[in-house]
Protein backbone atom coordinates (compact mmCIF):
# COMPACT_ATOMS: atom_id res chain seq x y z
CA UNK A 1 0.00 0.00 0.00
CA UNK A 2 1.51 3.50 -1.11
CA UNK A 3 1.06 6.03 2.03
CA UNK A 4 -0.70 8.92 0.84
CA UNK A 5 1.10 12.32 -0.21
CA UNK A 6 -0.41 13.79 2.87
CA UNK A 7 0.50 12.19 5.50
CA UNK A 8 4.19 12.04 3.81
CA UNK A 9 3.88 16.25 3.84
CA UNK A 10 2.88 15.77 7.58
CA UNK A 11 5.35 13.58 8.62
CA UNK A 12 7.95 15.70 7.03
CA UNK A 13 6.51 18.67 8.74
CA UNK A 14 6.88 17.56 12.00
CA UNK A 15 10.62 16.15 11.53
CA UNK A 16 11.58 19.57 9.87
CA UNK A 17 10.12 21.42 13.01
CA UNK A 18 12.01 18.94 15.34
CA UNK A 19 15.07 19.77 13.20
CA UNK A 20 14.52 23.59 13.00
CA UNK A 21 17.40 25.79 14.45
CA UNK A 22 19.57 22.82 15.25
CA UNK A 23 19.86 20.97 11.19
CA UNK A 24 18.89 22.05 7.77
CA UNK A 25 17.38 19.41 6.04
CA UNK A 26 17.43 18.88 2.32
CA UNK A 27 14.86 17.24 0.14
CA UNK A 28 16.89 14.71 -0.26
CA UNK A 29 17.36 13.84 3.56
CA UNK A 30 13.52 14.47 3.82
CA UNK A 31 12.74 11.78 1.11
CA UNK A 32 15.43 9.41 2.34
CA UNK A 33 13.58 9.74 5.78
CA UNK A 34 10.77 8.40 4.38
CA UNK A 35 12.11 5.86 2.51
CA UNK A 36 14.17 4.65 6.07
CA UNK A 37 10.44 4.18 7.41
CA UNK A 38 8.25 3.55 4.97
CA UNK A 39 10.50 1.43 2.31
CA UNK A 40 8.45 0.35 -0.95
CA UNK A 41 5.57 2.21 -0.09
CA UNK A 42 7.32 5.31 -0.90
CA UNK A 43 8.18 6.54 -4.09
CA UNK A 44 10.89 9.45 -5.15
CA UNK A 45 7.90 11.10 -6.70
CA UNK A 46 5.33 10.74 -4.07
CA UNK A 47 8.17 12.21 -1.95
CA UNK A 48 8.58 15.25 -3.96
CA UNK A 49 4.92 15.72 -4.50
CA UNK A 50 4.85 15.58 -0.80
CA UNK A 51 7.60 18.23 -0.65
CA UNK A 52 6.11 20.33 -3.64
CA UNK A 53 2.52 20.00 -1.74
CA UNK A 54 4.44 21.76 2.06
CA UNK A 55 6.42 24.51 -0.16
CA UNK A 56 3.12 26.10 -2.12
CA UNK A 57 0.93 25.59 0.80
CA UNK A 58 3.40 28.08 2.35
CA UNK A 59 3.99 25.95 5.11
CA UNK A 60 7.42 25.65 4.53
CA UNK A 61 10.26 27.47 2.47
CA UNK A 62 13.54 26.79 0.92
CA UNK A 63 16.69 28.27 2.57
CA UNK A 64 19.45 28.83 1.15
CA UNK A 65 23.34 28.55 3.14
CA UNK A 66 25.80 26.95 0.96
CA UNK A 67 23.63 24.45 -0.27
CA UNK A 68 19.66 24.73 -0.27
CA UNK A 69 17.50 23.37 2.67
CA UNK A 70 13.84 23.16 3.19
CA UNK A 71 13.05 25.27 6.30
CA UNK A 72 10.10 26.89 8.62
CA UNK A 73 9.24 29.90 7.24
CA UNK A 74 11.01 32.55 9.70
CA UNK A 75 12.90 35.82 9.93
CA UNK A 76 16.69 35.40 9.53
CA UNK A 77 19.35 37.10 11.33
CA UNK A 78 20.81 38.98 8.23
CA UNK A 79 17.27 40.34 7.09
CA UNK A 80 17.54 44.45 7.23
CA UNK A 81 13.84 45.55 8.08
CA UNK B 1 24.52 63.66 -11.67
CA UNK B 2 24.14 63.14 -7.84
CA UNK B 3 26.19 66.22 -6.67
CA UNK B 4 26.81 64.67 -3.01
CA UNK B 5 28.54 61.55 -4.70
CA UNK B 6 31.84 61.50 -3.91
CA UNK B 7 33.95 58.66 -5.03
CA UNK B 8 37.68 59.36 -5.58
CA UNK B 9 39.23 56.02 -5.26
CA UNK B 10 36.00 54.51 -7.73
CA UNK B 11 36.84 57.76 -10.40
CA UNK B 12 39.83 55.63 -11.14
CA UNK B 13 37.91 53.15 -12.28
CA UNK B 14 36.60 55.40 -15.28
CA UNK B 15 39.92 56.11 -16.90
CA UNK B 16 41.57 54.86 -19.70
CA UNK B 17 39.42 53.71 -23.03
CA UNK B 18 37.24 50.51 -21.64
CA UNK B 19 33.91 50.41 -20.59
CA UNK B 20 33.40 51.22 -16.73
CA UNK B 21 30.99 50.11 -14.62
CA UNK B 22 31.30 52.70 -12.50
CA UNK B 23 30.72 55.12 -15.31
CA UNK B 24 27.48 52.79 -15.96
CA UNK B 25 26.02 53.13 -12.66
CA UNK B 26 26.97 56.74 -11.86
CA UNK B 27 24.86 57.31 -15.14
CA UNK B 28 21.52 56.14 -12.96
CA UNK B 29 22.61 57.76 -9.73
CA UNK B 30 20.84 60.79 -10.04
CA UNK B 31 17.80 58.66 -10.52
CA UNK B 32 17.74 55.81 -8.03
CA UNK B 33 18.97 56.02 -4.76
CA UNK B 34 19.84 52.19 -4.90
CA UNK B 35 22.55 53.02 -7.60
CA UNK B 36 23.99 56.20 -5.78
CA UNK B 37 23.89 53.94 -2.77
CA UNK B 38 25.77 51.18 -4.57
CA UNK B 39 28.65 53.63 -5.25
CA UNK B 40 28.77 54.99 -1.94
CA UNK B 41 29.05 51.81 0.18
CA UNK B 42 31.51 50.72 -2.91
CA UNK B 43 34.05 53.64 -2.15
CA UNK B 44 33.36 52.83 1.52
CA UNK B 45 34.64 49.15 0.73
CA UNK B 46 37.79 50.43 -1.48
CA UNK B 47 38.89 52.70 1.55
CA UNK B 48 38.71 49.79 4.00
CA UNK B 49 39.35 47.38 2.01
CA UNK B 50 36.45 45.30 2.79
CA UNK B 51 32.97 43.93 1.63
CA UNK B 52 29.67 45.10 3.75
CA UNK B 53 27.37 42.64 2.20
CA UNK B 54 25.36 39.95 4.07
CA UNK B 55 23.86 36.74 2.84
CA UNK B 56 20.18 36.83 2.97
CA UNK B 57 19.39 32.99 2.50
CA UNK B 58 15.64 32.91 2.66
CA UNK B 59 14.36 35.73 0.29
CA UNK B 60 12.60 34.19 -2.82
CA UNK B 61 9.30 33.92 -4.54
CA UNK B 62 6.11 31.78 -3.52
CA UNK B 63 6.86 28.35 -4.86
CA UNK B 64 10.39 28.97 -6.25
CA UNK B 65 13.87 27.62 -4.19
CA UNK B 66 16.15 29.21 -6.62
CA UNK B 67 16.57 32.28 -8.86
CA UNK B 68 17.17 35.13 -5.95
CA UNK B 69 20.14 35.78 -4.45
CA UNK B 70 19.66 37.61 -0.98
CA UNK B 71 22.11 40.66 -0.39
CA UNK B 72 21.23 43.16 2.72
CA UNK B 73 23.74 45.99 3.21
CA UNK B 74 25.77 45.52 6.49
CA UNK B 75 25.76 49.14 7.07
CA UNK B 76 21.98 50.05 6.06
CA UNK B 77 21.55 53.41 8.17
CA UNK B 78 25.18 54.87 5.99
CA UNK B 79 23.24 53.54 3.37
CA UNK B 80 19.49 53.06 3.29
CA UNK B 81 19.20 52.53 -0.56
CA UNK B 82 20.98 49.06 -0.84
CA UNK B 83 19.39 48.10 2.67
CA UNK B 84 17.96 45.55 0.52
CA UNK B 85 20.28 44.73 -2.47
CA UNK B 86 18.59 41.24 -3.87
CA UNK B 87 19.61 39.74 -7.03
CA UNK B 88 17.19 37.88 -10.03
CA UNK B 89 18.31 35.37 -12.23
CA UNK B 90 16.32 35.56 -15.38
CA UNK B 91 16.33 32.04 -17.68
CA UNK B 92 18.08 33.56 -20.87
CA UNK B 93 16.81 32.53 -24.83
CA UNK B 94 18.86 29.88 -26.21
CA UNK B 95 21.57 31.23 -27.97
CA UNK B 96 20.93 34.65 -25.98
CA UNK B 97 18.75 36.08 -28.87
CA UNK B 98 16.64 38.73 -28.34
CA UNK B 99 14.45 41.70 -30.08
CA UNK B 100 15.18 45.10 -28.97
CA UNK B 101 11.60 45.01 -27.78
CA UNK B 102 12.32 41.98 -25.15
CA UNK B 103 15.01 43.87 -23.94
CA UNK B 104 12.90 47.10 -23.06
CA UNK B 105 10.52 44.88 -21.94
CA UNK B 106 12.71 44.03 -19.11
CA UNK B 107 14.34 47.02 -18.76
CA UNK B 108 11.04 48.83 -18.48
CA UNK B 109 10.16 46.14 -15.42
CA UNK B 110 13.25 46.96 -13.77
CA UNK B 111 13.25 50.36 -13.15
CA UNK B 112 10.00 50.09 -12.03
CA UNK B 113 10.57 47.33 -9.61
CA UNK B 114 14.61 47.41 -8.90
CA UNK B 115 18.03 49.50 -9.66
CA UNK B 116 17.74 49.43 -13.02
CA UNK B 117 20.91 47.98 -13.25
CA UNK B 118 21.53 44.49 -15.13
CA UNK B 119 24.47 42.27 -15.74
CA UNK B 120 24.08 40.92 -19.27
CA UNK B 121 25.08 37.76 -19.20
CA UNK B 122 26.40 36.40 -16.36
CA UNK B 123 28.87 33.65 -16.44
CA UNK B 124 25.81 31.32 -15.49
CA UNK B 125 24.31 32.54 -18.77
CA UNK B 126 21.17 34.39 -17.22
CA UNK B 127 20.43 37.86 -17.58
CA UNK B 128 20.93 39.18 -13.97
CA UNK B 129 18.68 41.92 -12.43
CA UNK B 130 21.19 43.51 -9.79
CA UNK B 131 19.27 45.04 -6.90
CA UNK B 132 15.86 45.02 -5.16
CA UNK B 133 13.92 45.07 -1.95
CA UNK B 134 12.21 42.14 -0.22
CA UNK B 135 8.59 43.54 -0.83
CA UNK B 136 9.60 44.05 -4.49
CA UNK B 137 10.30 40.69 -5.49
CA UNK B 138 7.18 39.08 -5.52
CA UNK B 139 5.34 42.13 -8.25
CA UNK B 140 8.85 41.59 -10.45
CA UNK B 141 7.77 38.24 -11.09
CA UNK B 142 4.44 38.42 -11.38
CA UNK B 143 5.34 41.43 -14.00
CA UNK B 144 8.19 39.02 -15.61
CA UNK B 145 6.24 36.20 -15.66
CA UNK B 146 2.95 38.09 -17.18
CA UNK B 147 5.31 39.05 -20.32
CA UNK B 148 6.60 34.89 -20.74
CA UNK B 149 9.96 35.02 -18.66
CA UNK B 150 10.72 33.00 -16.25
CA UNK B 151 13.36 32.85 -13.06
CA UNK B 152 16.87 30.85 -14.03
CA UNK B 153 18.54 28.21 -11.08
CA UNK B 154 20.54 29.29 -8.11
CA UNK B 155 20.76 27.07 -5.04
CA UNK B 156 21.14 23.36 -5.20
CA UNK B 157 19.26 23.02 -8.18
CA UNK B 158 19.54 22.67 -12.13
CA UNK B 159 21.44 25.87 -12.95
CA UNK B 160 19.92 27.57 -16.06
CA UNK B 161 20.65 25.23 -19.14
CA UNK B 162 23.28 27.32 -21.44
CA UNK B 163 24.05 27.35 -25.28
CA UNK B 164 26.58 28.66 -27.87
CA UNK B 165 24.61 30.20 -30.57
CA UNK B 166 25.29 27.46 -32.23
CA UNK B 167 23.31 26.44 -35.72
CA UNK B 168 21.92 30.13 -35.16
CA UNK B 169 24.97 31.62 -36.78
CA UNK B 170 28.27 29.16 -36.76
CA UNK B 171 28.84 26.81 -39.09
CA UNK B 172 30.88 24.49 -36.67
CA UNK B 173 27.96 23.27 -35.33
CA UNK B 174 27.72 19.41 -35.08
CA UNK B 175 24.63 19.55 -33.25
CA UNK B 176 21.87 22.16 -32.39
CA UNK B 177 22.83 23.12 -29.38
CA UNK B 178 19.74 25.90 -29.45
CA UNK B 179 16.68 23.47 -29.42
CA UNK B 180 18.85 21.05 -26.75
CA UNK B 181 19.09 23.92 -24.48
CA UNK B 182 15.50 24.69 -24.96
CA UNK B 183 14.42 21.36 -24.77
CA UNK B 184 16.15 20.21 -21.22
CA UNK B 185 15.20 23.98 -19.85
CA UNK B 186 11.40 22.64 -20.68
CA UNK B 187 11.92 18.76 -19.24
CA UNK B 188 13.75 19.79 -16.10
CA UNK B 189 11.64 22.65 -14.86
CA UNK B 190 11.12 21.40 -11.41
CA UNK B 191 15.01 20.69 -10.77
CA UNK B 192 14.98 23.62 -11.78
CA UNK B 193 13.18 25.56 -9.81
CA UNK B 194 12.67 23.33 -6.86
CA UNK B 195 16.29 22.40 -5.52
CA UNK B 196 16.35 18.44 -4.57
CA UNK B 197 20.18 18.06 -4.71
CA UNK B 198 23.19 17.64 -3.06
CA UNK B 199 24.77 20.65 -4.58
CA UNK B 200 24.94 22.88 -7.89
CA UNK B 201 24.30 21.16 -11.41
CA UNK B 202 25.18 23.28 -14.01
CA UNK B 203 24.99 21.80 -17.88
CA UNK B 204 26.52 23.57 -20.67
CA UNK B 205 26.16 23.07 -24.70
CA UNK B 206 28.86 24.31 -26.92
CA UNK B 207 28.31 22.99 -30.78
CA UNK B 208 31.67 21.96 -31.50
CA UNK B 209 35.00 21.49 -29.29
CA UNK B 210 36.00 25.50 -29.81
CA UNK B 211 33.77 25.48 -26.64
CA UNK B 212 32.15 29.15 -26.74
CA UNK B 213 30.32 28.16 -23.61
CA UNK B 214 33.24 27.06 -21.74
CA UNK B 215 31.73 23.71 -20.68
CA UNK B 216 34.66 21.62 -20.19
CA UNK B 217 36.26 23.95 -17.79
CA UNK B 218 32.80 25.36 -16.00
CA UNK B 219 30.01 22.64 -16.12
CA UNK B 220 29.46 19.78 -14.45
CA UNK B 221 27.86 18.43 -17.24
CA UNK B 222 28.97 19.35 -20.73
CA UNK B 223 27.44 18.66 -24.10
CA UNK B 224 30.06 19.59 -26.93
CA UNK B 225 30.08 19.03 -30.47
CA UNK B 226 31.94 16.58 -32.07
CA UNK B 227 32.04 14.49 -35.34
CA UNK B 228 33.60 10.93 -36.07
CA UNK B 229 34.30 10.27 -39.36
CA UNK B 230 36.70 12.40 -41.41
CA UNK B 231 37.27 16.52 -41.33
CA UNK B 232 35.89 17.53 -44.62
CA UNK B 233 38.59 19.09 -46.89
CA UNK B 234 37.69 21.61 -50.07
CA UNK B 235 41.17 20.92 -52.30
CA UNK B 236 40.25 23.82 -54.26
CA UNK B 237 40.19 26.29 -51.37
CA UNK B 238 43.42 24.54 -49.55
CA UNK B 239 45.14 25.23 -52.47
CA UNK B 240 43.91 29.07 -52.47
CA UNK B 241 45.19 29.42 -49.14
CA UNK B 242 48.51 28.54 -50.18
CA UNK B 243 48.33 30.54 -53.14
CA UNK B 244 47.39 33.44 -51.22
CA UNK B 245 50.26 33.48 -48.84
CA UNK B 246 49.22 31.71 -46.08
CA UNK B 247 52.09 30.03 -44.25
CA UNK B 248 49.79 26.47 -43.79
CA UNK B 249 52.64 24.69 -43.15
CA UNK B 250 54.06 26.60 -40.09
CA UNK B 251 50.69 27.33 -38.78
CA UNK B 252 48.29 24.91 -39.65
CA UNK B 253 50.55 21.42 -39.87
CA UNK B 254 53.19 22.44 -37.21
CA UNK B 255 50.21 23.29 -34.93
CA UNK B 256 48.52 20.39 -35.30
CA UNK B 257 48.80 18.63 -32.02
CA UNK B 258 49.10 15.24 -32.77
CA UNK B 259 51.25 16.02 -35.90
CA UNK B 260 48.57 14.46 -37.86
CA UNK B 261 48.39 16.81 -41.01
CA UNK B 262 50.99 16.62 -43.85
CA UNK B 263 51.33 19.02 -46.84
CA UNK B 264 52.27 18.43 -50.11
CA UNK B 265 52.57 21.63 -52.93
CA UNK B 266 48.92 22.32 -52.32
CA UNK B 267 47.51 19.40 -50.89
CA UNK B 268 46.73 18.98 -47.29
CA UNK B 269 46.45 14.96 -46.14
CA UNK B 270 44.58 14.06 -42.63
CA UNK B 271 45.08 10.88 -41.18
CA UNK B 272 42.17 11.32 -39.16
CA UNK B 273 42.63 8.40 -36.93
CA UNK B 274 45.04 10.40 -34.85
CA UNK B 275 43.26 13.32 -34.83
CA UNK B 276 41.76 14.67 -31.72
CA UNK B 277 39.26 17.11 -33.09
CA UNK B 278 41.12 20.26 -31.29
CA UNK B 279 39.64 22.45 -34.09
CA UNK B 280 42.93 24.59 -34.83
CA UNK B 281 43.02 23.53 -38.15
CA UNK B 282 39.31 24.25 -39.22
CA UNK B 283 40.03 27.68 -37.08
CA UNK B 284 43.07 28.49 -39.38
CA UNK B 285 41.36 27.54 -42.65
CA UNK B 286 37.50 27.91 -42.27
CA UNK B 287 36.84 28.24 -46.10
CA UNK B 288 38.73 24.62 -46.96
CA UNK B 289 38.28 22.84 -43.71
CA UNK B 290 34.99 22.12 -42.01
CA UNK B 291 33.68 19.42 -39.20
CA UNK B 292 32.62 15.94 -40.78
CA UNK B 293 29.53 14.54 -41.60
CA UNK B 294 29.19 12.28 -38.73
CA UNK B 295 28.09 14.69 -35.77
CA UNK B 296 26.69 14.59 -32.74
CA UNK B 297 28.30 15.18 -29.31
CA UNK B 298 30.69 13.96 -26.65
CA UNK B 299 29.30 14.51 -23.01
CA UNK B 300 31.86 15.18 -20.28
CA UNK B 301 31.24 15.25 -16.44
CA UNK B 302 32.79 17.19 -13.15
CA UNK B 303 33.65 20.83 -13.90
CA UNK B 304 33.77 22.99 -11.32
CA UNK B 305 35.58 26.35 -9.65
CA UNK B 306 37.02 25.73 -6.27
CA UNK B 307 34.58 26.13 -3.68
CA UNK B 308 33.99 23.45 -0.98
CA UNK B 309 37.19 21.57 -2.64
CA UNK B 310 39.79 22.34 -5.37
CA UNK B 311 38.66 23.19 -9.11
CA UNK B 312 38.07 20.22 -11.04
CA UNK B 313 38.01 19.58 -15.24
CA UNK B 314 35.54 17.69 -16.75
CA UNK B 315 36.16 14.91 -18.27
CA UNK B 316 34.82 12.64 -20.97
CA UNK B 317 31.85 10.15 -20.01
CA UNK B 318 30.25 9.42 -23.02
CA UNK B 319 33.00 10.21 -26.34
CA UNK B 320 30.06 10.14 -28.88
CA UNK B 321 25.97 10.34 -28.55
CA UNK B 322 24.23 11.34 -31.49
CA UNK B 323 21.73 14.30 -30.50
CA UNK B 324 18.47 14.09 -32.50
CA UNK B 325 14.88 15.24 -31.02
CA UNK B 326 13.18 14.66 -29.21
CA UNK B 327 16.53 13.84 -27.55
CA UNK B 328 15.83 10.78 -25.33
CA UNK B 329 19.30 9.25 -24.79
CA UNK B 330 20.10 12.49 -23.16
CA UNK B 331 17.11 12.68 -20.62
CA UNK B 332 18.07 9.09 -20.27
CA UNK B 333 21.49 9.63 -19.09
CA UNK B 334 20.94 12.67 -17.26
CA UNK B 335 18.27 10.40 -14.95
CA UNK B 336 20.70 8.05 -14.91
CA UNK B 337 23.28 10.17 -13.33
CA UNK B 338 21.59 12.43 -10.60
CA UNK B 339 19.67 9.12 -9.25
CA UNK B 340 22.64 7.67 -8.33
CA UNK B 341 24.14 10.91 -7.10
CA UNK B 342 21.16 11.91 -5.22
CA UNK B 343 21.54 8.36 -3.74
CA UNK B 344 25.43 7.84 -2.81
CA UNK B 345 26.09 11.87 -2.99
CA UNK B 346 27.30 13.78 0.22
CA UNK B 347 25.49 17.70 1.22
CA UNK B 348 27.46 19.40 -0.94
CA UNK B 349 29.32 16.80 -3.27
CA UNK B 350 29.76 17.85 -7.17
CA UNK B 351 29.09 15.22 -8.97
CA UNK B 352 33.00 15.53 -10.12
CA UNK B 353 34.03 15.76 -6.44
CA UNK B 354 31.17 12.86 -6.00
CA UNK B 355 33.29 10.28 -8.79
CA UNK B 356 36.54 11.17 -7.44
CA UNK B 357 35.45 9.70 -3.94
CA UNK B 358 33.70 6.62 -5.39
CA UNK B 359 35.82 5.95 -7.98
CA UNK B 360 35.40 6.17 -11.86
CA UNK B 361 34.73 2.18 -11.51
CA UNK B 362 31.95 2.23 -8.97
CA UNK B 363 29.87 5.29 -10.52
CA UNK B 364 30.14 3.87 -14.23
CA UNK B 365 28.74 0.91 -12.80
CA UNK B 366 25.89 2.90 -10.49
CA UNK B 367 24.71 4.52 -14.11
CA UNK B 368 24.87 1.38 -16.32
CA UNK B 369 28.04 2.56 -18.59
CA UNK B 370 30.68 0.63 -19.51
CA UNK B 371 34.84 1.51 -19.20
CA UNK B 372 36.03 3.18 -22.17
CA UNK B 373 39.31 4.31 -22.53
CA UNK B 374 38.22 7.75 -23.78
CA UNK B 375 37.25 8.25 -19.89
CA UNK B 376 41.26 8.36 -19.15
CA UNK B 377 41.28 12.01 -18.53
CA UNK B 378 45.64 11.77 -18.78
CA UNK B 379 48.41 9.79 -19.46
CA UNK B 380 48.60 7.36 -15.88
CA UNK B 381 45.26 8.68 -14.80
CA UNK B 382 44.15 4.89 -14.61
CA UNK B 383 40.74 3.96 -13.91
CA UNK B 384 41.23 0.49 -12.50
CA UNK B 385 38.64 -0.71 -13.70
CA UNK B 386 37.36 -4.01 -13.01
CA UNK B 387 35.62 -6.57 -14.84
CA UNK B 388 32.73 -8.87 -13.37
CA UNK B 389 34.83 -11.88 -14.92
CA UNK B 390 37.84 -11.17 -12.66
CA UNK B 391 35.70 -11.45 -9.51
CA UNK B 392 33.93 -14.77 -10.75
CA UNK B 393 37.54 -16.06 -11.59
CA UNK B 394 38.42 -15.06 -8.08
CA UNK B 395 35.63 -17.51 -7.00
CA UNK B 396 32.79 -14.82 -6.08
CA UNK B 397 30.55 -17.46 -7.54
CA UNK B 398 28.99 -18.73 -11.04
CA UNK B 399 28.09 -16.00 -13.97
C1 LIG C 1 66.67 1.11 -8.84
C2 LIG C 1 65.79 0.75 -9.72
C3 LIG C 1 64.59 1.54 -10.14
C4 LIG C 1 64.13 2.73 -9.73
C5 LIG C 1 64.73 3.67 -8.67
C6 LIG C 1 62.92 3.04 -10.46
C7 LIG C 1 62.15 4.19 -10.29
C8 LIG C 1 61.02 4.45 -11.02
C9 LIG C 1 60.24 5.64 -10.87
C10 LIG C 1 60.53 6.79 -9.94
C11 LIG C 1 59.21 5.56 -11.73
C12 LIG C 1 58.11 6.60 -11.96
C13 LIG C 1 56.97 6.33 -11.06
C14 LIG C 1 55.85 7.28 -11.29
O1 LIG C 1 55.82 7.99 -12.31
O2 LIG C 1 54.96 7.36 -10.43
C15 LIG C 1 59.31 4.33 -12.42
C16 LIG C 1 58.42 3.92 -13.37
C17 LIG C 1 58.54 2.69 -13.99
N1 LIG C 1 59.53 1.73 -13.80
FE1 LIG C 1 61.10 1.88 -12.59
N2 LIG C 1 62.68 2.01 -11.32
C18 LIG C 1 63.66 1.08 -11.13
C19 LIG C 1 63.80 -0.13 -11.78
C20 LIG C 1 62.90 -0.59 -12.71
C21 LIG C 1 63.01 -1.90 -13.36
C22 LIG C 1 64.13 -2.88 -13.13
C23 LIG C 1 61.92 -1.99 -14.19
C24 LIG C 1 61.48 -3.11 -15.12
C25 LIG C 1 62.07 -4.27 -15.19
C26 LIG C 1 61.14 -0.78 -14.05
C27 LIG C 1 59.96 -0.52 -14.70
C28 LIG C 1 59.26 0.66 -14.60
C29 LIG C 1 58.04 0.93 -15.36
C30 LIG C 1 57.36 0.02 -16.39
C31 LIG C 1 57.61 2.20 -14.97
C32 LIG C 1 56.36 2.95 -15.48
C33 LIG C 1 56.75 3.84 -16.61
C34 LIG C 1 55.59 4.68 -17.10
O3 LIG C 1 54.45 4.42 -16.72
O4 LIG C 1 55.83 5.64 -17.82
N3 LIG C 1 61.78 0.06 -13.16
N4 LIG C 1 60.43 3.67 -11.98
C1 LIG D 1 52.61 -7.16 -3.70
C2 LIG D 1 53.03 -6.74 -4.85
C3 LIG D 1 52.68 -5.43 -5.46
C4 LIG D 1 51.95 -4.38 -5.00
C5 LIG D 1 51.26 -4.27 -3.66
C6 LIG D 1 51.93 -3.37 -6.00
C7 LIG D 1 51.29 -2.14 -5.89
C8 LIG D 1 51.28 -1.18 -6.84
C9 LIG D 1 50.63 0.08 -6.73
C10 LIG D 1 49.85 0.57 -5.55
C11 LIG D 1 50.82 0.75 -7.88
C12 LIG D 1 50.34 2.16 -8.21
C13 LIG D 1 49.04 2.14 -8.90
C14 LIG D 1 48.59 3.52 -9.27
O1 LIG D 1 49.19 4.16 -10.15
O2 LIG D 1 47.61 4.01 -8.67
C15 LIG D 1 51.59 -0.08 -8.72
C16 LIG D 1 51.97 0.26 -9.97
C17 LIG D 1 52.77 -0.53 -10.76
N1 LIG D 1 53.24 -1.78 -10.47
FE1 LIG D 1 52.92 -2.81 -8.78
N2 LIG D 1 52.65 -3.81 -7.07
C18 LIG D 1 53.11 -5.07 -6.78
C19 LIG D 1 53.85 -5.88 -7.57
C20 LIG D 1 54.32 -5.51 -8.81
C21 LIG D 1 55.15 -6.36 -9.64
C22 LIG D 1 55.66 -7.77 -9.28
C23 LIG D 1 55.38 -5.64 -10.80
C24 LIG D 1 56.17 -6.01 -12.04
C25 LIG D 1 56.90 -7.11 -12.17
C26 LIG D 1 54.70 -4.39 -10.68
C27 LIG D 1 54.67 -3.41 -11.63
C28 LIG D 1 54.01 -2.22 -11.51
C29 LIG D 1 54.03 -1.21 -12.54
C30 LIG D 1 54.75 -1.27 -13.88
C31 LIG D 1 53.23 -0.15 -12.08
C32 LIG D 1 52.94 1.14 -12.79
C33 LIG D 1 51.64 1.04 -13.52
C34 LIG D 1 51.30 2.32 -14.20
O3 LIG D 1 52.06 2.82 -15.00
O4 LIG D 1 50.22 2.86 -13.90
N3 LIG D 1 54.05 -4.33 -9.45
N4 LIG D 1 51.87 -1.27 -8.07
S1 LIG E 1 31.20 26.31 -29.72
FE1 LIG E 1 31.61 25.85 -31.87
S2 LIG E 1 29.54 25.75 -32.77
FE2 LIG E 1 29.31 26.87 -30.85
S3 LIG E 1 29.55 29.04 -31.45
FE3 LIG E 1 31.56 28.29 -30.77
S4 LIG E 1 32.60 27.71 -32.67
FE4 LIG E 1 30.39 27.81 -33.13
S1 LIG F 1 41.52 19.14 -35.64
FE1 LIG F 1 43.42 19.44 -34.50
S2 LIG F 1 44.21 17.34 -34.23
FE2 LIG F 1 42.68 17.26 -35.85
S3 LIG F 1 43.88 17.51 -37.74
FE3 LIG F 1 43.15 19.54 -37.16
S4 LIG F 1 44.85 20.41 -35.97
FE4 LIG F 1 45.19 18.21 -36.07
Not at chain 1, 4 to 29: F, R
Not at chain 2, 2 to 23: I, M, Q, R
Not at chain 2, 248 to 269: A, M
Amino acid sequence: MAIPVEQLADEMYEIIKESAGVKKLKGGDLTKAMVAKYGDEVSRADAKAAIRMLIDSGRCVYGYFGGSSIELPHSEAAENK
Amino acid sequence: MADDLKTPLLDELEKGPWPSFVKDIKSLAGKKEMAKDLLRQLEKSYEDKRGYWKHGGLVGVMGYGGGVIGRYSALPEEFPGVSHFHTLRINQTSGWFYTADALREILNIWEEHGSGLLNVHGSTGDLVLLGTRTEELEPTFRALTEKGWDLGGSGSDLRTPSCCVGPGRCEYACYDTLSLAYNLTHAYQDELHRPMFNYKYKIKMSGCPNDCTAAIARSDMGIIGIWKDDIQVKPDAVAEYVDSGLDVQGLVVENCPTGCIELDGNEIKIDNSNCVKCMHCINVMPKALSPGKERGAAITLGAKAPIVEGALFGSVIIPFMKLEEPFEEVHDLIERIWEFWDEHGTNRERIGEFIERVSLATFLEGIGEKPLPQMIKAPRDNPYVFYEEYYAEEGEGEK
